[in-house]
């Protein structure tokens, strides 16, 4: 019941990562011309995020729906990604806050995890929680970092690559775990 739950949330959590690590690229190779459509993207993928929780929230059984929090997450990520998607021309001054408020949501969501496998598997829990922690630092950096011109756009870029970087490995190494 948790393993398949915890399977789930990681295999959509590498597609959500690797998708914002293609977002990170484009924010670090064309900086001046990436901030609109960056927040277009980042609201697709935000919808895409929420469609795949509320997809894998529909096929969990009912009795892994007990504690499953999938469903409010998705729709809180589709709400999100269609107001990010219609304000898209005022939030370029925001980037900043939108991708850190992101990773320290997603952050606090994988210590949640580890916690969990600390207490209901045998396995080295740690390195999930270490990177979370990682993560979250990272998250906090972006969303209190002042947006000095269009360097700051390049510098979220490649944090947020080292975010999704972390961020997959992370769920590989928990995905390998449950085996």
């Given at each position: 019941?948790?393993?398949?739950?915890?399977?789930?949330?990681?295999?959509?959590?590498?597609?959500?990562?690797?998708?914002m690590?293609?977002?990170?690229?484009?924010?670090?190779?064309?900086?001046?011309?990436?901030?609109?459509?960056?927040?277009?993207?980042f609201?697709?993928?935000?919808?895409?995020?929420?469609?795949?929780?509320?997809?894998?929230?529909?096929?969990?059984n009912?009795?892994?729906?007990?504690?499953?929090?999938?469903?409010a997450?998705?729709?809180?990520?589709?709400?999100?990604?269609?107001?990010?998607?219609?304000?898209?021309?005022?939030?370029?001054?925001?980037?900043?806050?939108?991708?850190?408020?992101?990773?320290?949501?997603?952050?606090?969501?994988?210590?949640?995890?580890?916690?969990?496998?600390?207490?209901?598997?045998?396995?080295n829990?740690?390195l999930?929680?270490?990177?979370?922690?990682?993560?979250?630092?990272?998250?906090?950096?972006i969303?209190?970092?002042?947006?000095y011109?269009?360097?700051?756009i390049?510098?979220?870029?490649?944090?947020?690559?080292?975010?999704?970087?972390l961020?997959?490995?992370?769920?590989i190494y928990?995905?390998?775990?449950?085996?």
């Amino acid at each position: 019941m948790f393993r398949e739950f915890v399977k789930k949330y990681e295999k959509n959590s590498i597609w959500i990562s690797v998708l914002m690590l293609i977002l990170a690229l484009f924010l670090i190779i064309a900086p001046i011309t990436s901030a609109v459509t960056a927040i277009y993207m980042f609201g697709i993928f935000i919808i895409v995020d929420g469609i795949m929780h509320i997809v894998s929230y529909c096929t969990t059984n009912a009795d892994n729906r007990l504690m499953n929090f999938e469903f409010a997450e998705g729709i809180l990520d589709i709400l999100s990604g269609v107001l990010i998607l219609f304000s898209a021309g005022y939030l370029v001054a925001v980037l900043p806050i939108l991708l850190g408020a992101f990773i320290i949501l997603k952050s606090i969501i994988k210590m949640q995890i580890s916690l969990n496998i600390k207490t209901n598997m045998q396995s080295n829990w740690i390195l999930v929680l270490v990177f979370s922690i990682i993560s979250l630092i990272i998250g906090i950096f972006i969303l209190f970092n002042p947006m000095y011109g269009y360097i700051t756009i390049s510098i979220m870029g490649v944090f947020l690559a080292v975010y999704e970087i972390l961020n997959i490995v992370e769920s590989i190494y928990i995905l390998n775990k449950l085996k």
